[in-house]
């Protein structure tokens, strides 16, 4: 009986989640995310069947720049607004943490039955089947003006409080006490490693992102980060040499003041070569580290990292030669020899470095 009344709970639960307008909208977004919308009448939307061929190709053409506009980024549901058989809701794209990517979309409803379907344009009931008289189509506009006004008040509120949002997401990851604890040394090591297991939160914390006053030039910061991370060992140069798992890198140098420091990392990545030894290229990366009025050492990149060209400036070869020529010894320090007793033990940890792509570990047998 127990069971029978469980499933029974479930049922009932699932038939009314179809039901609910903003579920509905969300599903239809999903779909559209995934190239997955049936536009012919009686399919995924409420498009009438009277809708002649130019503006379905519209439609579609319409509906393939929303799939654009939504991307990746997660979705929830906003504020919803209903009339007897006719809905209208607001749908959030809240992922990331650019405030250039945040969007609100608008989507009409029609309710057939007991079911809500999508109007098949955004925030429009038009060629939704919804006739023309005067009564009713003085309640859509109603609607219709709803969500064209509160589409802009809504994305509006979410970039004031995206500020806030991003500050919660970083300290999930690096809390302002583990920033104060930091020396210029502790700061870089966890940069690179941050940025080595494409953590955005930490990385962002280290580029000032818990800085009570962002840098001037956070925007940039945050949109070149948030570019390389999300796409690994893709990334163009020069973030690639501290996302990719397939490069070596080791800190060469540091030195700290009161206010200040820097630090230089050797990066050797197998896919390059030098063009004067044909062997693997090690290059130097730099960077600044400045005191903010928090007590946070804080991550300055150069010009480089910022721009979306890699229009990189000449290494400073007889500067850089002495901290080039370190990289063998600083890397043996921080990745000491791992030799194995018996043959069949390192047969075993060769195999299992190949397999998972762990250059550093195959390189400590």
Request: proline share 7%; no cysteine.
């Given at each position: 009986m127990k069971l029978i009344s469980v499933l029974l709970a479930t049922t009932l639960f699932a038939h009314g989640a179809s039901n609910d307008p903003g579920k509905e909208a969300i599903n239809f977004l999903e779909k559209v995310r995934l190239g997955k919308i049936d536009l012919a009448p009686g399919g995924d939307t409420a498009l009438s069947p009277q809708t002649a061929d130019e503006k379905k190709r519209e439609i579609a053409r319409r509906i393939e720049r929303i799939a654009r506009d939504l991307g990746s980024?997660?979705?929830?549901?906003?504020?919803?607004?209903?009339?007897?058989?006719?809905?209208?809701?607001?749908?959030?794209?809240?992922?990331?943490?650019?405030?250039?990517?945040?969007?609100?979309?608008?989507?009409?409803?029609?309710?057939?039955?007991?079911?809500?379907?999508?109007?098949?344009?955004?925030?429009?009931?038009?060629?939704?089947g919804a006739g023309y008289a005067i009564a009713l189509r003085k309640r859509l506009d109603l609607l219709e003006n709803w969500m064209l006004r509160e589409q802009v008040v809504d994305l509006e509120k979410l970039r004031e409080q995206s500020a806030a949002r991003m500050r919660q997401k970083i300290e999930a990851r690096l809390t302002a006490d583990e920033l104060r604890s930091f020396d210029a040394q502790k700061a870089a090591q966890r940069f690179l490693t941050a940025c080595q297991q494409r953590d955005l939160p930490a990385v962002l914390g280290m580029l000032g992102g818990l800085s009570t006053t962002l840098p001037d030039d956070w925007p940039a910061r945050l949109k070149s980060a948030d570019a390389a991370l999300s796409v690994g060992s893709q990334a163009k140069h020069p973030w690639r040499l501290l996302t990719s798992p397939d490069v070596l890198r080791v800190v060469v140098h540091h030195e700290e003041e009161e206010n200040s420091g820097l630090f230089s990392v050797a990066c050797l990545d197998p896919s390059t070569t030098d063009s004067r030894t044909e062997m693997p290229r090690v290059e130097l990366v730099h960077f600044e580290l400045s005191k903010t009025q928090d007590d946070f050492w804080r991550i300055d990149p150069s010009s480089n990292f910022l721009q979306e060209t890699e229009n990189d400036e000449e290494p400073d070869e007889e500067a850089d030669a002495e901290l080039l020529d370190a990289f063998p010894a600083k890397w043996l320090q921080s990745h000491p020899a791992?030799?194995?007793?018996?043959?069949?033990?390192?047969?075993?940890?060769?195999?299992?470095?190949?397999?998972?792509?762990?250059?550093?570990?195959?390189?400590?047998?």
């Open positions: 980024d997660p979705l929830e549901l906003g504020a919803v607004k209903t009339d007897d058989d006719y809905a209208a809701v607001l749908v959030r794209k809240v992922g990331g943490f650019d405030p250039s990517r945040l969007q609100v979309f608008a989507v009409a409803l029609v309710k057939h039955g007991t079911e809500w379907t999508a109007a098949p344009l955004p925030a429009s009931f038009e060629n939704a791992a030799p194995q007793m018996e043959a069949e033990q390192l047969h075993q940890a060769i195999t299992t470095a190949l397999r998972g792509g762990d250059l550093p570990s195959l390189l400590k047998l």
